[in-house]
């Protein structure tokens, strides 16, 4: 195969743009969710901490509830019932995705708390029939459903794939429970670890002809500060603990973000004011709040509707998006035509963003799906 | 026109001193850049496929710190300069191939100009699996444009997945037993590699096949390859392949027995064995072949063709 390649201008980002002379688009098709029938209220999580905190993290956050996982689940089971719940969605069978990647930074399946090999990508394809899609899976923090798409966008739009689907699964709500037992005030490190609610997510992403879907999509590291958060297996109980320094990263990342921003808008073409839905990474209520002041400094406009769906779910760390993006679609309150930017924002620092007009995928949600 | 390998370096532990997944990857990044003449700023996309780490740290992306280790674009760049973008991709010892495949592509829409595969494996709890060994190695590849030759032209990945519990591998947590001293922790995370007999087998069966599959498709046979470059899996893998497949021995690349074992680096381990060996240069059509967990194989062919 040899093809023309376009020498692109550079940016900051690693950006995609197909253009308005492309004829080959990629648009996000369908999106599903698994999430967990057991809730955990802010208060009743707060109540079980080994030390007395004073720590009023419902208030700090805005986190009310987020789902944890019952008997018989973990990363896995929800990767593969949000894969199936978004083939409910769409158009396409499991046998049209030519490859599945899996971006869930916990990997718990059976009895690995962590699973290496094989990927658990092979294991969600075979739980849903995608049996002949290339596999494998990919970690970049919260930002890994965000990249798994930044990675199908190029393979469609040159062609080489024609549908593809990123799932991811986050049995997290462990960091939870490992951080209760140490933490001891607002100061902790582990303080981000109590926001965190399990989910499962999914999303499936074709060719759109005429260019339509995806208007731009870009990602960014920014090293300097990769050692903002971390995260380790735990020595107090399974599953990991995760240390985070949030103020700097939140502080961080909010001057970055705008910058980026606006690269992504310029190249897109479009004003802030165009957009109707930004869906940001789901920290804290507070933060969101902090990064659409940032917008407005910079832009003089901010989007019509910053998505924050803390209250139910918590972080929910690499689904947050898909999740958000998902009940939004299932309220119908996103409606044909919106334009939608989602912002990934992930210990990296990495910096994810995509501005997409919504289309005929709407009608597959709400009441009269 | 197409993806070229601009350079392939491997590093494996010398001496006493302990290896950690970030040292090996960081210093084969550097011998990568210093071969190829770039500097790590160059860069526009960083690729960790490595998996064992000492740590086993899960956030963020080792890459992330590979890149700030190497000093690879860390913040805002200059108005009409780049950034990197990095992130970890695991798809065991065929983590290498669906990189290449990955940044091939992003290579030719333009969207990066310079990408960077680095690698690593340490094994966190050495001496307590029976059967797999994971030798501590780094790796790291550099992929640019060549308008002169065509490059990286296909890729083929083939999963077996009924051979899917011959080869697991994760983390289970061992909870300590006794009496427990206020500072102890309540237990600990050990890796557990778990081999099946009969794996070393299928994975030629599965190689095989996929290879010929593969060429299938292309409207090859291995008459048409020059040059075979099989990572070393396993023990005797690429014997027995070369066998299996009826390839001579001097179309073969063989990579020096200490570097058999590196896990998710053999596959730069093959292809800087090629290089070495100086049967590169004069390939027209070379195979880059792994296989691993899954049981997955990846296939890309590697064309010196004249564009």
Known sequence: MTETRQEQSRHWLALQSPGSDSSRGCRIESVGVKLPAQRLTTRDLMSRTSHRTHIQLERLTGIHERRVVGPGENSFTLAAGAARDCLSHSQHRASDIQMLINTSITRSKGRFSQSYEPPLSLYVKQAIGATQAVNLDLSNACAGMLTGVFLLQDLITRGEIDCGMVVSGEYISNLSWNAAKQIRSLFSKQLASLTLGDAGAAVIVERAPGGSGIDVIGFTTLAEHSRLCLAFPSTVGPGSQMYTKSRTLHRVAIGDVAVLAAEAIGQAGIDVADIDYLIPHQTSARAIRAGSKEFVRRFGARPKHVVVNLEEYGNTSSTTLFVALHKYLEEQRIRKGDRVMLLALASGIEIGIAIFTVDSMVDRYGNTH | ?307
């Open chain 2, 1 to 307: 026109m197409g993806t070229h390998i601009e350079a392939a370096c491997v590093l494996t532990r010398r001496g006493l001193r302990k290896a950690t997944a970030r040292g090996l990857a960081d210093a084969a990044a550097r011998a990568c850049f210093a071969q190829a003449g770039r500097q790590p700023g160059d860069v526009d996309m960083l690729i960790n496929v490595g998996i064992y780490r000492e740590d086993n740290m899960g956030e963020p992306a080792l890459a992330a710190l590979i890149q700030e280790d190497i000093g690879a674009n860390l913040g805002e760049p200059p108005v009409g300069a780049h950034g990197t973008f990095s992130f970890d991709l695991l798809n065991g010892t065929c983590g290498v191939i669906s990189a290449i495949q990955l940044e091939s592509g992003l290579l030719r829409s333009g969207v990066i100009r310079l990408g960077a595969i680095v690698t690593s494996d340490v094994d966190p709890d050495a001496g307590s699996h029976e059967a797999a060994v994971l030798r501590p190695a780094g790796g790291a590849m550099l992929l640019g444009w060549d308008d002169s030759i065509t490059g990286f032209t296909d890729f083929h990945t083939e999963t077996f997945p009924e051979y899917a519990d011959m080869y697991t591998s994760g983390l289970v947590w061992r909870g300590r037993r006794g009496i427990r001293f206020p500072q102890q922790g309540a237990g600990r995370h050990q890796l557990v590699i778990d081999e099946k007999p009969g794996y070393h087998a299928r994975l030629a069966d599965c190689a095989e096949e996929a290879t010929r599959n593969f060429l299938r498709r292309l409207g090859m046979d291995m008459a048409d390859v020059d040059l075979l470059v099989p990572a070393p899996s396993v023990p005797r893998f690429v014997d027995t392949l070369r066998e299996r497949l009826g390839m001579p021995g001097d179309r073969v690349a063989y990579t020096p027995e200490d570097l058999e074992g590196t896990h998710t680096t053999g596959p730069i381990a093959a292809v800087q064995a090629a290089v070495r060996s100086g049967r590169l240069g004069e390939a027209g059509n070379m195979l880059v072949l792994a296989a691993g967990a899954g049981i997955t194989v990846a296939l890309a062919l590697y064309r010196q063709t004249p564009a």
